[in-house]
């Protein structure tokens, strides 16, 4: 378990690969902005 590990997060890091261990973050506050002024309306 280490760098060379695909399962882990430091081998996801080095890799450069994403998954359950290391997620991608998602751009939420953007789209919710958005979906709550319409809802206001």
Not at 15 to 31: C, I, L, M, Q
Request: no cysteine.
């Amino acid at each position: 378990m280490g760098k060379g590990d695909k399962k882990t997060r430091k081998g996801k890091i080095t890799k450069g690969t994403f998954g359950n261990s290391r997620p991608k973050k998602k751009k939420v506050a953007e789209d919710t902005k958005g979906k709550k002024e319409e809802t206001k309306k």
